[in-house]
């Protein structure tokens, strides 16, 4: 793995967002595809941080939020990185044009999954590569005490547009687990080689301190040195991912913050 993208998982806090990373990356690197699609790409993670590698010839990220696209190109530092405002229900590419598509943490939060899963594979090459990772209905009990109770014991959990509080619910539609994920894939023409989940043990309240406050402390005060694209080592990041993996080196029972899935266009 590149030297800087080392960099970039040693800086990230956020254990789960480590190992999907980690896994899009050594992906991505494994395959050496030609042109990327990133959909829901955010404020551009991913779109730069291949830009890094040299056989790509073309990394395109696709969201529908505005802001988030005019962030993705401050970073943005290669021609090929190309970010696109655009539902991911109508891609605006030809029949079979990319090599690969990173889908992460996206479909939880559309009300059409199933759509987006076959305009993916419309632009996907035959053979190509389809990596998707989504947060999962089986998380373990200390990431999110609340809606683990909530779930498991009244069928219910916090509304989703409370974003300070929503947990692993904060703007999400539905989590998954892998049977109905596995569906919803295959249902798209895709085949799936590979699916895992993602850290099965974490501290208490792990994502409402990294996400309900760490996240909105950061954004709201600007902390430009916490963000995920600074790619010098920063000690206090380094610490503090650290700190956050370290239970997750404990693998108990079959639960998981997020599920990862490698597939391939029949």
């Not at 692993?168 to 080689?193: D, P, T, V």
């Not at 916490?226 to 029972?253: D, H, M, Q, V």
Request: aromatic letters at 14%.
């Amino acid at each position: 793995m590149l030297k800087k993208l080392k960099i970039l998982l040693d800086n990230e806090i956020d254990p789960a967002y480590a190992k999907r990373a980690e896994f899009i990356f050594q992906t991505v690197e494994r395959e050496k595809p030609k042109r990327i699609l990133d959909v829901g790409c955010g404020r551009g993670f991913y779109v730069n941080a291949l830009s890094l590698y040299d056989f790509p010839k073309e990394i395109i990220g696709l969201d529908i939020n505005k802001e988030y696209l005019e962030e993705a190109r401050r970073y943005a530092s290669d021609m090929r990185a190309k970010f696109i405002r655009k539902s991911v229900y109508s891609i605006n590419y030809t029949n079979n044009y990319f090599d690969l598509v990173i889908c992460s943490e996206l479909l939880e939060h559309l009300s059409y999954d199933k759509k987006a899963l076959s305009e993916i594979f419309r632009v996907l090459k035959k053979g190509g590569t389809l990596i998707v990772t989504v947060p999962s209905e089986d998380f373990p009990l200390f990431w999110d005490p609340v809606n683990w109770v909530l779930m498991r014991f009244f069928n219910t959990h916090i509304n989703k547009d409370v974003w300070f509080l929503a947990g692993i619910w904060a703007g999400h539609e539905r989590l998954y687990n892998m049977k109905n994920l596995s569906r919803i894939i295959e249902e798209a023409g895709f085949s799936i080689l590979e699916m895992s989940g993602v850290i099965s043990f974490s501290w208490p309240f792990s994502h409402f301190l990294l996400y309900g406050l760490g996240k909105n402390i950061v954004e709201r005060l600007n902390v430009k040195s916490l963000n995920r694209f600074e790619l010098k080592k920063n000690n206090i990041k380094i610490f503090l991912a650290k700190l956050f993996s370290y239970p997750t080196k404990l693998s108990i029972g079959d639960s998981s913050v997020d599920i990862i899935v490698l597939a391939k266009k029949n």
